[in-house]
């Protein structure tokens, strides 16, 4: 059950249900809650009375330059091992052009008149369609800043992912990358036809800074979410046999890069078993040309037939967010196993000009990023153990663990093994400094 909601899961159904017993124990277990719930408030307010009346900070204080400061940042309360879905919500909330655009679109009501204010008890089999990625996502980032010290429940936006996206129905572990692909594909599939009655060309005017010449198709006109994290790669295949040259510019809202295999075995920064394995290591991966094997031989439209051919990634076009996802899980014969490898990246100014098809035609500052938030996998697999999230706002670096948000230092992000790194594009007016 949960216990802010009170809907009943059964594990059985894989869903949730709303009949109860015969004696009806299912509502006599949510009055008991509910009692506990109201009197663990009353004593909450009292304590929280107590502490300003003695001038003792609380946990969510702290001193900058000598006057007391609040933190403002929410956390989210796990639902049920959806720490996967917390990490990605907290890092695109710190993502701020993408945030504010999100948060700044009008509010959509979905309920009718007849059940506005009555809590209701979810279900999958109740056929509801009339149900809004876009605004149950507008709602949980514009909770998120608030300056609330008590965990948001993204339960409603759980209960659309669950509706829109099957494969992330019922409490597994997920995949966090993954999650972010659907989410953000659904996003766009979602602005580009509109959402309870708001056409996506008025929600496009909703931000005049987007303008054309920034925005990346992806799958059909753009929206918000290609015009920042829509990028163009060029695929470059040569034929070794006759050198016919084929060429062909796909989208991308991130990039997946493998962990150099030569790195695998060196698990932390201060191993001595050879040199550490940098960002730009993984970059130089994904992008040196690479001899196809006998499994991926290339179909040559001059020779007439399948040969042998060298691939080559160059990036076409840059996005304004870079999202970097790096391959720390892969398929052995039997299970998929995690690659723990320490991978070092920098805080500020990743120059992405060298993997660049025309670096001439750059600014000396449009190819530098500065990162904005990492989401980081703890345990052994996929399926299994944790995720944490560090994002930096207003300067500050927090770490976000389900409902708990804590401050922290540049020195702890950096030791962390990320999983997903969001790197914002630098302003003309920032510094120089470069990886």
Known sequence: MDCSSYSTYCYRCDDFVVNDTKLGLVQKVREHLQNLENSAFTADRHRKRKLLENSTLNSKLLKVNGSTTAICATGLRNLGNTCFMNAILQSLSNIEQFCCYFKELPAVELRNGKTAGRRTYH??????????????????????WQGSQTAFSPESLFYVVWKIMPNFRGYQQQDAHEFMRYLLDHLHLELQGGFNGVSRSAILQENSTLSASNKCCINGASTVVTAIFGGI???????????????????????????????????????????????????????????????????????????????????????????????????????????????????????????????ENSGPESCLYDLAAVVVHHGSGVGSGHYTAYATHEGRWFHFNDSTVTLTDEETVVKAKAYILFYVERQAKAGSDKL
């Open 123 to 144: 279900t999958r089999s109740q056929g509801d369609n009339n149900v809004s990625l876009v605004e149950e996502f507008r709602k949980t980032l514009c909770a998120l």
């Open 233 to 359: 790669l060029q695929n470059e295949v040569n034929c070794l046999i006759c050198g016919t040259e084929s060429r062909k510019f796909d989208p991308f809202l991130d990039l997946s890069l493998d962990i150099p295999s030569q790195f695998r075995s060196k698990r932390s920064k201060n191993q001595e078993n050879g040199p550490v394995c940098s960002l730009r290591d993984c970059l130089r991966s994904f992008t040196d040309l690479e001899e196809l094997d006998e499994t991926e031989l290339y179909m040559c439209h001059k020779c007439k037939k399948k040969q042998k051919s060298t691939k080559k990634f160059w990036i076409q076009k840059l996005p304004k967010v870079l999202c970097l996802h790096l391959k720390r899980f892969h398929w052995t014969a039997y299970l998929r196993n995690k690659v723990d490898t320490y991978v070092e990246f920098p805080l500020r100014g990743l120059d992405m000009k060298c993997y660049l098809l025309e670096p």
